[in-house]
């Protein structure tokens, strides 16, 4: 008998973590494929993580209300036959470092270039035609009336 680990997944283009809102499961759980075992929150939407395995729950990765990076363990499951040892080798990310504080906002900056670079790119920007006019305005005439 092995452990399946199953990993936050990427839920959607630039999160880097979500929300841990609802287990659907507990430790001892019987699982079959395809079965809810929670819940995360992103900023954008709330998402149900289904099992890719049969077994049973042996482990969770968080409490409720709990941030969980992607890639990071979500839960452990018992499977038959080996499972994936490779991934249960796998640590829990370390808490972020002062130095990754910037992270999320990195992130964003670059979203928001990545965006606006493809806006810039497809607005045509408009011609504005040459002054043909050549008086500058120190030495035109006053009107007289």
């Known amino acids: 008998m092995g452990q399946h680990v199953i990993k936050m997944p990427d839920v959607g283009e630039g999160i880097a973590e979500a929300e841990l809102v609802e287990w659907h499961v507990k430790v001892g759980d019987p699982v079959n ?21 049969e077994g ?7 409490e409720v209300g ?6 990071a363990p979500l839960l452990k499951i018992e499977v038959a036959g080996d499972g994936n040892d490779d991934a249960a080798a796998a640590p829990k990310p370390a808490a972020p470092r002062a130095e990754d504080e ?11 270039s990545k965006a606006l670079a ?9 011609l504005v035609p040459p002054c043909t006019n050549n008086v500058s305005p120190s030495r035109a005439s006053p009107r007289s009336n």
């Open 56 to 62: 049973t729950v042996a482990w969770l990765g968080g």
């Open 102 to 112: 910037d992270a999320p906002a990195q992130v964003a900056i670059t979203f928001i």
């Open 66 to 71: 709990e941030q969980i990076s992607v890639g």
């Open 33 to 53: 494929e395809d079965t809810v075992l929670a819940a995360v929150m992103t900023d954008k939407a709330t998402v149900e993580i289904p099992s890719p395995v």
């Open 118 to 126: 493809s806006i810039i790119a497809i607005v045509p920007m408009p």
